[in-house]
C-alpha cells in the first residue's frame, strides 16, 4: 500500500485514524466533507468561520469548575498504540 503524504499537521493526524476504516466507510466520509464544503461555500463562509455556527449554543447549569471537574473525572487511559 502507498503511504499518502500530507503537508499538513491536521491531515496526517487525522490520517492515522482513518487509513483502516472500509472503503464505504471512506466514501461517506468523503460526502460529508464535500458537502459542508459545498454548503460553507454557498453561505459565503471562510474556513475559519465555522466556529461562529456554536457561539452562545453551550447552556449549561453547572459552574465552569464544575464542568472542569467533571470532565477530569470522565477521563480515561488509551491502552493501544497509535501510530502518528
Known sequence: ??????NTPTVSRY???LKNISDED????????SNSMVQNAAK?????????D?????KDSRSADEIVADIH???TTNHFDVDL
Open 1 to 6: 500500500m502507498t503511504e499518502i503524504a500530507s
Open 15 to 17: 490520517w492515522g485514524e
Open 26 to 33: 471512506k466514501i461517506s466520509l468523503i460526502a460529508l466533507l
Open 44 to 52: 459565503g463562509k471562510e474556513d475559519s468561520d465555522w466556529i461562529d
Open 54 to 58: 456554536f457561539v452562545g449554543v453551550w
Open 73 to 75: 473525572a470522565a477521563r
